[in-house]
């Protein structure tokens, strides 16, 4: 039985598609872990030695945005103040 091939041993276009798979998905959705995954393979591609030179810049450039995007998630989920608890009625909760 044949292994699977290692993410190594994927073409950038393939990384790239699926790059842009879990993008939609982070716009579409929020999701953090799809933002995540999808850095992940653009990292891949910007570091791809054998990859097209446009390809490696433009995938960086995603990288870093992504980065940026999350870092400032983060200082904003930190920042957030927790509001008060209602009743059934509406009523800030004592």
Not at 23 to 29: N, P, Q, V
Not at 34 to 48: K, P, S
Not at 54 to 73: G, K, S, T
């Amino acid at each position: 039985m044949d292994n699977p091939p290692l993410l190594d041993s994927q073409s950038p276009a393939r990384m790239v598609a699926g790059a842009l798979a879990h993008l939609a998905r982070h716009m579409e959705t929020g999701c953090p872990r799809a933002a995540y995954l999808a850095a992940m393979l653009l990292e891949e591609v910007a570091n791809d030695g054998e990859a097209d030179g446009h390809l490696r810049v433009h995938a960086r450039e995603l990288v870093e945005i992504l980065e940026r995007d999350e870092e400032r998630e983060a200082r904003e989920e930190s920042v957030r103040v927790p509001r008060p608890a209602l009743t059934a009625a509406g009523r800030p909760a004592h």
